[in-house]
T-cell receptor, first 116, second 111 residues
Framework: GAGVSQSPSNKVTEKGKDVELRCDPI?????LYWYRQSLGQGLEFLIY????????KSGLPSDRFSAERTGGSVSTLTIQRTQQEDSAVYLC??????????????FGPGTRLTVL | KQEVTQIPAALSVPEGENLVLNCSFT??????LQWFRQDPGKGLTSLLL?????REQTSGRLNASLDKSSGRSTLYIAASQPGDSATYLC??????????FGAGTQVVVTP
C-alpha cells in the first residue's frame, strides 16, 4: 500500500515569506507527527496529532509555526515569516497508535526547506 | 528531560564484520524504542521496534537488545554488507507518542 507522502519535496523561499508543507499519512493511521531535521542538530519533534484530540504542540519552536490536520487525515505545517534558521528537512510520520500494541512510526521522504 | 545519546558518531568497517551500535537514554520511563535507518537525502526506514516489556527483537541479520533499567539499547548487524552503509538512528517513545531521537551513527561498510 501507499506510504506517507509529503509535498513539495523541495521548497526554496525568501526570508519573510510564508510556506505550507503538506503530509498525507498512511490511510487509516490515527496518529500523525511532524519532525524537523536541521544540519548538525538531529531530529526534533514539532507537533503530534492523535485522532480528534487536541494536538501536542510542545515542540513548535515559535508562534510562527502552526499545523492543522483536516478530517483526521491530511496535515499542513505552516511557517509564517520564514527565517534562515528555519532551513531544514521537515519530516512527517504516521502510526496506527493501537493502544497497548506496537506503533511503529512510518516516515515520509521529507520536504527540504531552504530559506534564502 | 529525556536525552538520547548514540555512540559512536561514525563507524567504518570492512565488509563481513559485525556492527555494534549503541544507544543510551536518561529516563527509563519509555513506552518503546525504535531503530531507524536513514539513507542520504531520504526519509527514515523503521528497522526494529522493541516494546518496553521486551528484551530484544530480531529481523534477519539485525538484532536489537533493550535494557530499560540501565537505559541502554544495542543494535547488532551481522556480516555487514556495503548496502548497510547509512545513518542509524535510535528513538525512544514516551507515553504520549513523541519520539526523542539520538544524533545517529553514520556507518560505512567498505567492500
Amino acid at each position: 500500500g501507499a506510504g506517507v507522502s509529503q509535498s513539495p519535496s523541495n521548497k526554496v523561499t525568501e526570508k519573510g515569506k510564508d510556506v505550507e508543507l503538506r503530509c498525507d499519512p498512511i490511510s487509516g493511521h490515527t496518529a500523525l507527527y511532524w519532525y524537523r531535521q536541521s544540519l548538525g542538530q538531529g531530529l526534533e519533534f514539532l507537533i503530534y496529532f492523535q485522532g480528534n484530540s487536541a494536538p501536542d504542540k510542545s515542540g513548535l519552536p515559535s508562534d510562527r509555526f502552526s499545523a492543522e490536520r483536516t478530517g483526521g487525515s491530511v496535515s499542513t505545517l505552516t511557517i509564517q515569516r520564514t527565517q534562515q534558521e528555519d532551513s531544514a528537512v521537515y519530516l512527517c510520520a504516521s502510526s496506527s497508535a493501537l493502544a497497548g500494541g506496537p506503533d511503529t512510526q512510518y516516515f515520509g521522504p521529507g520536504t527540504r526547506l531552504t530559506v534564502l | 528531560k529525556q536525552e538520547v545519546t548514540q555512540i559512536p558518531a561514525a563507524l567504518s568497517v570492512p565488509e563481513g564484520e559485525n556492527l555494534v551500535l549503541n544507544c543510551s537514554f536518561t529516563d527509563s520511563a519509555i513506552y518503546n524504542l525504535q531503530w531507524f535507518r536513514q539513507d542520504p537525502g531520504k526519509g527514515l526506514t523503521s528497522l526494529l521496534l522493541i516494546q518496553s516489556s521486551q528484551r530484544e527483537q530480531t529481523s534477519g541479520r539485525l538484532n536489537a537488545s533493550l535494557d530499560k533499567s540501565s537505559g541502554r539499547s544495542t543494535l547488532y548487524i551481522a556480516a555487514s554488507q556495503p548496502g548497510d552503509s547509512a545513518t542509524y538512528l535510535c528513538a525512544v517513545r514516551d507515553s504520549w507518542g513523541k519520539l526523542q531521537f539520538g544524533a545517529g551513527t553514520q556507518v560505512v561498510v567498505t567492500p
